[in-house]
């Protein structure tokens, strides 16, 4: 699965576009991004609370529509992740 | 009003936390004047006002005789002093529903759902701003860890004081904070943090945001390259779909401590009239502004304006104080360039290039984004390819940090007769008496 990271998420990643492995089945937004942080542990402040809930301002779109947490991503889908606001 | 031309311009109005060329004006300023604010502290007082729609609360767009699209309008900081009495500061937590997408934009209340609700304050601590309508708190921060810096009369050092001292100064936040008449923002000092009481800290204040007006309406603190990410996908009206919208910007939220008397900008015209706002005064900061926020103050400014017409710029240059220029970056001394003509006669080089100081200002989601947006802004001003830029800053200058994640100052040494091309040549003699 593609996700194409904004913000300081890219410090993290280190590139614009990533890829992480997907099983042949859908799977929700926060499935996503939970094994996202697997793969790049820097992130989860970015994305997660302390007690580990996703965090207000952060925006996922789904093949370019807004998603919920709860939102069913196809493996092909195209994901688009902006972190929590972050700045003064 | 505004069309009279004002050979000194005192501004006292403000915007909502928005820039663009919808904005009304302050008034007009001539070319070659002089520009006086007084603006009410940055950061963290609009971001707790839920009627903002950006984070800062800076100047009306200012005016400038001459100034027509395509010009490069320079701005000579001759004076930043602080006004308030104390602040607080630190890092941000977020409140869930008291905002849509964007807690320092799309502000609703969390109990009524009013947008951009008007709010009163009653008490003080991280509740005491409430809706009008239905009283619930209607803010969209609290802090993370946060401190409160009071400043002695002179304000030359901050001392972070604990609880007494901070619920002493949020009895009487609005003449603390020093907030001039039309400010609209609720103060900071309310929300009295305590963490790190006696730690003293030096002064040096700078503008945290200064610039030109982008031709499209930006949240304030959002106009810049690493800001401006937070705006991609966003429902809000300010929201783009793609960051190649964020080539509209002007960079003005850059946060460089540089930004303080003595230096000069250069800032792109987008807008015919220029549209200089300011806001975001700093008392001090560290290169990065590690916590995200720092001691944002009421203060004022005094600014002379020039307009330079036909300068192709895509971003603002900076031409910061001399001491402020990394070593290698400092103009070349008559014994330097004495030594240099011995060297090339000694090894057949025809001409020794003069060149003179100049920092690009470069932002993007990080700090390697943000150099490669200098890069590409320095090859575009100078006609030059990446590696000659790169090679130029890495013998004659070097990149420096402004703000994290992404705002730089990229130096360089630039010959003059490049200079001279584009227009610059006279602005950078004068700023450093060559």
């Known amino acids: 699965m593609e996700l194409t990271v904004h913000g300081p998420l890219r410090g993290v990643t280190g590139s614009k576009t990533v890829s992480i492995a997907t099983d042949d089945h859908e799977e929700s937004v926060h499935s996503v991004l939970e094994r996202f942080v697997e793969q790049y542990p820097r992130a989860n402040q970015q994305l997660f609370d302390d007690d580990g809930t996703l965090r207000a301002s952060v925006r996922v779109l789904v093949d370019g529509e807004r998603a919920d947490p709860e939102t069913e991503c196809r493996p092909t889908a195209a994901i688009t992740l902006i972190p929590a606001a972050q700045g003064g | ?434």
């Open chain 2, 1 to 434: 009003m505004s069309q009279q031309i004002q050979q000194e311009l005192d501004v006292d109005q403000f915007t909502l936390g928005l820039v663009g060329p919808d904005q009304e004006w302050a008034g007009t300023v001539a070319d070659g004047g002089t520009v006086r604010t007084h603006t009410p502290a940055g950061c963290w007082g609009p971001m707790i006002t839920p009627s903002f729609r950006g984070g800062h609360e800076v100047t009306r767009p200012i005016r400038v005789e001459n100034a027509e699209v395509g010009d490069a309008l320079v701005v000579r900081i001759k004076d930043v002093s602080v006004t308030s009495i104390a602040t607080s500061t630190g890092s941000m937590a977020e409140r869930d529903e008291a905002f849509g997408d964007d807690p320092f934009i799309d502000h609703r209340c969390p109990e009524c759902g009013t947008e951009w609700p008007d709010t009163v304050v009653e008490g003080t601590g991280e509740d005491a701003i409430r809706c009008a309508e239905c009283g619930a708190n209607a803010s969209s921060f609290g802090f993370e860890y946060g401190y409160t810096v009071v400043f002695d009369e002179d304000r030359t050092i901050g001392l972070t004081v604990g609880p007494e001292g901070a619920n002493q100064l949020a009895e009487n936040a609005d003449e603390n904070m020093a907030l001039p008449e039309n400010s609209r923002q609720h103060p900071i000092l309310l929300y009295k943090p305590d963490e790190i009481p006696g730690t003293l800290g030096h002064l040096a204040p700078f503008i945290g945001n200064i610039g030109t007006t982008p031709a499209v309406e930006l949240p304030d603190s959002h106009n810049a390259g690493d800001f401006g990410q937070f705006l991609i996908g966003a429902d809000h009206d300010w929201g783009i779909t793609d960051e190649s919208e964020l080539e509209a910007r002007t960079d003005g939220h850059m946060d460089s401590n540089d930004v303080r008397p003595g230096a000069t900008l250069i800032c792109p015209v987008r807008v015919d009239g220029g549209g200089l706002y300011v806001g975001d005064l700093h008392a001090n900061q560290g290169d990065g502004e590690l916590s995200l926020h720092t001691t944002d103050v009421s203060g004022t400014t005094e600014l002379e304006v020039e307009v330079i017409k036909d300068v192709e710029m895509d971003g603002p240059l900076l031409l910061p104080n001399e001491s402020d220029l990394p070593d290698i970056a400092k103009p070349y001394t008559d014994d330097e360039r004495e030594t240099a003509n011995a060297l090339a006669a000694q090894y057949g080089v025809d001409t020794v290039s003069d060149a003179m100081p100049l920092q690009i200002i470069g932002s993007g989601a990080t700090v390697n984004e943000a150099t490669d947006n200098a890069f590409d802004r320095a090859g575009s001003l100078f006609d030059m390819t990446e590696g000659e830029v790169r090679a130029r800053c890495t013998f004659t200058g070097g990149v420096e940090i402004a703000r994290l994640p992404g705002v730089v100052q990229l130096s360089m040494l630039v010959p003059t007769e490049i200079l001279e091309d584009v227009g610059l040549a006279s602005v950078v003699r004068e700023q450093y008496g060559l």
